[in-house]
């Protein structure tokens, strides 16, 4: 991973003079964030978007447990769908 982090910023500084900025997936922004601010590289690390997405629905889910969230989203969605989506489990991307 680090050796991959320094070829972005190599080939990144080729075409311009600001920050590379470098998109990941979880298990993979994790790390790279690890790396990047052990080595104080200087590139941003991002998270995908499609686990942007599973964040915030999961901090919706913690921060509007109780509140009938839950009973509306039912209307659309199973409870068990429900529950895995407001705790970050699974969502169908469709």
Do not use: W
């Amino acid at each position: 991973m680090f050796s991959t982090l320094l070829f972005i910023i190599d080939q990144y500084r080729k075409f311009r003079d600001d920050v590379p900025c470098v998109t990941f997936d979880q298990p993979l922004y994790d790390k790279a964030v690890d790396i990047a601010t052990a080595a104080k590289l200087n590139i941003v690390c991002r998270l995908g978007g499609f686990h942007t997405v599973m964040n915030f629905l999961g901090a919706i889910g913690y921060i509007m447990d109780g509140s009938g969230l839950e009973s509306l989203l039912e209307l659309t969605y199973g409870p068990n769908t429900v529950q895995q989506i407001l705790t970050r489990k699974a969502y169908m991307r469709v």
